[in-house]
């Protein structure tokens, strides 16, 4: 039996609640990060691209709905801590030395985990790329309910940190606690 094969049969195992450790690589996290930092900075580019220079621009893609709109944010989630840069940058460099320090622990784990793990590390690599590189985050993706409320602009990283946040929770609720030890 390959290693790929090997693989799938342990997820085909574990998916079926037996407790079955891992003796061939596990891919899912790296290939997921990997490929949310490539897709995030990948729509970042076009979007400037597509815009050009100006600090606000956008392409109403539902109306009244959904916007496409160049936005510059010099902060957070929600625009807080706005204009810190080098705090910001440096909280997405310690979860991402967090989450290599304890990379065995996640491969380990069950493919829910893995996947949130990369889909978190992936999006925190896509905005530590802008502040490093920008000195912000580009967002482009704009809901908003007509002219009554607009939910903050956000981009494919914020979108990946919050389901692999979400997914993590979830395997922490729902795998057995002797599966996460």
């Known amino acids: 039996m390959d290693q790929t ?3 799938i049969t342990q997820d085909a195992a574990e998916d079926a609640g037996n407790n079955v ?9 790296a ?22 220079f100006g600090r ?28 810190e840069r080098v705090a910001l940058s440096g909280v997405s460099a310690g979860m991402l ?20 793990v990369g889909l978190l590390a992936g999006g925190v690599m896509g905005n ?4 490093v590189k920008l000195g912000h985050v580009v967002d482009f993706l704009d809901f908003h309910w ?6 903050p602009t956000f981009n494919i990283a ?5 389901v692999g946040i979400f997914l993590y929770f979830i395997y922490t609720i729902l795998a057995p606690k002797q599966k996460r030890e």
Not at 32 to 52: E, N, P, R, S, Y
Request: proline share 4%; aromatic share 12%; glycine share 10%.
């Open 5 to 7: 094969t090997t693989a």
């Open 128 to 131: 530590l790329i802008d502040r």
């Open 56 to 83: 606000h621009d956008h392409i109403t893609v539902i109306p009244g709905f959904f916007d496409i709109r160049k936005v510059f944010n010099y902060g957070a989630a929600w625009g807080l801590m706005s204009g």
């Open 21 to 29: 450790r891992s003796i061939a690589p596990r891919p899912l996290i």
């Open 31 to 52: 290939p997921i990060a990997v490929a949310i930092t490539i897709a995030d900075q990948l729509t970042k580019v076009a979007i400037c691209g597509h815009f050009g």
């Open 97 to 116: 030395v967090l989450l290599w320090r304890y990379r065995k622990e996640f491969i380990g784990a069950g493919k829910l985990c893995r996947i949130g």
């Open 158 to 162: 914020d979108t990946a940190i919050c």
């Open 146 to 151: 007509k002219n009554v409320y607009t939910f």
